[in-house]
């Protein structure tokens, strides 16, 4: 039985991770990759689809952490008669995936259960599974088309009713290690499972890479945690950042709302590598450019919103209906349909996030600029057309306010790199398009009856998305036009305090049923907030979303302040990305 969201937390090796449960259970794995089909799919039905447990037989407090500045989570377990430690971690492997469960006794005597149900194929597929021998140790084996996992440990569960399940007991100073490695099933057994004392070593690493974070943002333990996530969910070889590594975690449990995020959006990864050079960090940052140079490259006819890890572009959206999925909702998907659509925003923020890299680099590549142009160029043959905005709109498609916002974004950053870096484009054209888009951004997307922009020109609501137009600079944050829009979602889309994308009555997005407050949209109404001067404010609604993240700093999608749950994808690249800008936002209001 899947849990409720904010209990689970996130290890991963910056390929793949799991969601590790405060019950000591493993209910969501995809391996190799974020976007390959899961091997325990739980977390979207129930045990039998797949999960790996660890946990005490009898009652139990527990308490978890990440050690350090790492991503190895900690789980302690005490019960009447003893405690014990459950260690988690996802060493970097080459050809292959670990996942490593160590068990510790800390006083006293725990009788534990072990619990080992593996189904391929997201929950569809029960393997082939048999005990082996591996350089004279014992192992179990499941295969299943493309995929073999090997099980192996000082104690191995036995079957049953097509799972493998065991009860033993850890007393003070016992130490055990079980680990869970993927291979292609053709590939040879030689040297399963770690190899070496990879707790440690991330644990230096971790420390190594939070040093270079900024110290001076607040709440700047969950910012640096945030930083964490965000790279952990950066494939450390492609460079591709996905927005969460789970899907058809439901903005609406019980309704349609379900979708897969375990992709790379441009203006996710995009905003990502803003915040990650604001806090200090850059090496993501070249090495997510590159990932966009070859995702991107040819026609920009062709450019999408969002590829897969590796940069492929097909992302077919279809249902699992041999999966109930989180809480009854469904369907479950996998794949996106939002691959095909047009989002006229994108190009402004990776114009954006790339001068992020040239500002923090010092230097403009060349290839990079020579994609920004060619990005640049087509869009001024298309700016005026409807698009399915930000929120991937799935009703008519519009002149989104904040897309044609970005499109700005977008010819003003063209401009910045030619009078900034002497790099070479017609930039006497991009000045005039960049005044053009601005007057009718200003002129159509503002209703001056009601003091405030709006969703689409010609709306008579708002949208949260338009509170990030001082941050892109196209109006200043204390101008009375914005002013006036602040005012406006705080009437039209706060509910409990927290602020909604959109209202969902309004029929916009073409789906039946409602959501929650986004998370994001709550740290840019902070920002916003910050920005307009009004800073006692901006940290009273900053504090209140931070503090909604769970035990080890995580963040979902959206959360549901009646119900006391997190909603949707989780963890959130998007809702970690605004916390971190929300942060900077803050301390650069409290300098001026």
Same mark, same amino acid.
């Given at each position: ?7 689970? @937390? ?12 405060? %019950? ?59 405690? !014990? ?7 970097? +492997? ?9 068990? @510790? ?47 192996? +440990? ?18 003070? *100073? ?64 492609? *460079? ?38 604001? $806090? ?31 940069? +492929? ?21 996998? +794949?996106?349909?939002?691959? !095909? ?5 994108? !190009? ?20 990079? /600029? ?74 159509? *997307?503002?209703?001056?009856?009601? %003091? ?11 949208? $949260?998305?338009?509170? !990030? ?6 109006? $200043? *944050? ?45 740290? /840019? ?24 993240? %769970? ?17 949707? %994808?989780?963890?959130? @690249? ?8 929300? $942060? ?9």
């Amino acid at each position: 039985m899947a849990l409720p969201i904010a209990e689970y @937390a996130l290890v991963g090796d910056r390929r793949s991770g799991a969601l590790v449960g405060r %019950n000591g259970s493993v209910d969501w794995l995809c391996l190799p990759r974020f976007d390959s089909p899961a091997c325990f799919a739980g977390l979207l039905g129930g045990d039998e689809h797949g999960h790996w447990q660890l946990c005490p037989v009898d009652d139990y407090d527990v308490r978890r952490r990440y050690l350090g500045e790492s991503t190895v989570l900690e789980t302690t377990f005490t019960t009447a008669t003893g405690e !014990v430690t459950i260690t988690d971690s996802m060493p970097r +492997g080459d050809g292959r995936a670990d996942l490593v469960r160590r068990v @510790a006794g800390v006083h006293g005597t725990v009788r534990l259960r072990h619990e080992w149900t593996v189904r391929l194929d997201y929950g569809a597929v029960v393997p082939w599974v048999r005990r082996e021998t591996v350089r004279d140790e014992p192992v179990i084996t499941a295969i299943g088309g493309p995929d073999r996992l090997v099980l192996r +440990g000082p104690r191995l569960p036995g079957a049953e009713d097509r799972r493998h399940v065991d009860e033993f007991e850890v007393t003070a *100073g016992d130490e055990m290690e079980f680990s869970t490695t993927w291979l292609p099933s053709w590939a040879p057994l030689d040297g399963v499972g770690p190899d070496a004392d990879f707790v440690s070593s991330s644990m230096r690493e971790g420390e190594r890479w939070s040093a270079r974070c900024r110290e001076d943002l607040p709440r700047a333990d969950l910012v640096r945690r945030s930083l964490l996530t965000l790279r952990l969910l950066t494939d450390e070889e492609t *460079g591709g950042i996905v927005a969460a590594p789970t899907t058809s975690l439901p903005e609406d449990p019980g309704g349609e709302r379900n979708w897969d995020y375990r992709f790379c959006w441009l203006r996710d990864a995009a905003l990502t590598i803003g915040a990650l050079v604001r $806090a200090g960090q850059v090496a993501e940052a070249q090495l997510w450019r590159s990932w966009l140079l070859r995702a991107v490259a040819g026609d920009p006819d062709d450019l999408q919103i969002v590829y897969a890890v590796d940069g +492929g572009r097909r992302l077919t959206e279809v249902s699992l209906p041999h999966l109930p999925g989180y809480a009854g909702s469904t369907p479950v998907r996998i +794949g996106n349909g939002a691959a !095909v659509q047009r989002q006229l925003d994108v !190009v402004g923020e990776v114009m954006i996030g790339l001068e992020h890299t040239r500002r923090a680099t010092g230097a403009a590549d060349a290839d990079a /600029w020579a994609l920004q142009r060619t990005l640049v160029e087509h869009l001024a043959t298309g700016w005026q057309d409807e698009d399915h905005g930000l929120w991937e709109i799935r009703g008519p498609q519009r002149r989104f306010t904040h897309s044609q916002a970005m499109v700005w974004a977008a010819f003003d950053r063209a401009v910045r790199a030619v009078e900034e870096f002497d790099l070479d484009g017609p930039v006497d054209e991009w000045r005039r398009l960049r005044d053009t888009v601005r007057a009718e951004v200003l002129e159509r *997307g503002f209703d001056a009856r009601r %003091n405030t922009f709006v969703q689409y020109y010609g709306a008579a609501h708002v949208d $949260a998305a338009l509170l !990030v137009l001082p941050s892109i600079g196209i109006v $200043a *944050g204390d101008d009375p036009r914005m002013l006036g829009t602040i005012d406006a979602v705080e009437r039209e889309l706060l509910r409990d305090g927290l602020v909604l994308r959109y209202r969902t009555g309004t029929g916009v997005d073409g789906l039946a049923g409602d959501e929650h407050p986004f998370l994001a949209c709550s740290f /840019w109404l902070a920002s916003a907030y910050a920005r307009a001067g009004r800073l006692d404010d901006a940290t009273t609604l900053f504090d209140r979303v931070c503090d909604l993240a %769970n035990d080890v700093g995580l963040l979902s999608e959206e959360y549901d302040a009646a119900g006391r749950r997190m909603i949707g %994808n989780f963890p959130q @690249a998007f809702s970690h990305l605004a916390l971190v800008h929300a $942060a900077a936002d803050l301390a650069e209001a409290r300098d001026a």
